[in-house]
């Protein structure tokens, strides 16, 4: 699995500002990944989808102990 890979590109892309540029001029998964493959990265569709499924979940979850929180104080 190439989830380590994609987990690198995040940490050299936090911390290079050209390689974040670089990254942002993608329009779609397909130029992403062909960008992370011309920089040495072996980054797969399935990594991405992943990717986006883990960021939806937490983003949910962060939704509703805000809801619950809120109810909490009430």
């Given at each position: 699995m190439s989830w380590p890979?994609?987990?690198r590109l995040v940490t050299d892309a936090e911390a290079s500002e050209s390689l974040r540029r670089s990254l942002r001029?993608?329009?779609?998964?397909?130029?992403?990944?062909?960008?992370?493959r011309r920089l040495g990265y072996r980054v797969t569709r399935i990594d991405l989808q992943?990717?986006?499924i883990?960021?939806?979940q937490a983003?949910?979850?962060?939704?509703?102990?805000?809801q619950h929180s809120v109810?909490?104080?009430?």
């Open positions: 890979e994609l987990e001029r993608c329009r779609s998964r397909e130029e992403l990944l062909l960008a992370a992943n990717a986006w883990a960021h939806r983003a949910a979850e962060e939704h509703f102990e805000e109810g909490a104080g009430i």
